[in-house]
Nanobody
Framework: QVQLVESGGGLVQAGGSLRLSCAAS????????MGWYRQAPGKQRELVAT???????NYADSVKGRFTISRDNAKNTVYLQMNSLKPEDTALYYC???????????????WGQGTQVTVSS
């Protein structure tokens, strides 16, 4: 079983910045994709950004140019640098990872517990 632990959320004023971190632990053979999703009250969970082990990235249109996803493969950790934050970025942010792990290198998809980001106007 692969566990994800997020950190870095908090309260910030509009225009400010935050950096989220997510570390994966457990028996990991490889992590193909790591990413961030968010869910605001009353809304569905949506993709924010993803990155592959090869370095490819994908962003939601709403965060392009403001957020940057990066990854440390050696530490099985993914980061999300969030700049120029807006009140509409307020949500619970979840880390996600997909890869192979466990004693028999079985495919896995894991979610973190979520970290709250609140942007005040």
């Amino acid at each position: 079983q692969v566990q994800l632990v997020e950190s870095g959320g908090g309260l910030v004023q509009a225009g400010g910045s935050l950096r989220l971190s997510c570390a994966a632990s457990g028996t990991i053979f490889s992590i193909n994709v790591m990413g961030w999703y968010r869910q605001a009250p009353g809304k569905q969970r949506e993709l924010v950004a993803t990155t592959t082990s090869g370095g490819s990235t994908n962003y939601a249109d709403s965060v392009k140019g403001r957020f940057t996803i990066s990854r440390d493969n050696a530490k099985n950790t993914v980061y999300l640098q969030m700049n120029s934050l807006k009140p509409e970025d307020t949500a619970l942010y979840y880390c996600n990872a997909r890869g192979y792990g466990g004693s028999y290198s079985m495919p896995f998809r894991s979610w973190g517990q979520g970290t709250q980001v609140t942007v005040s106007s």
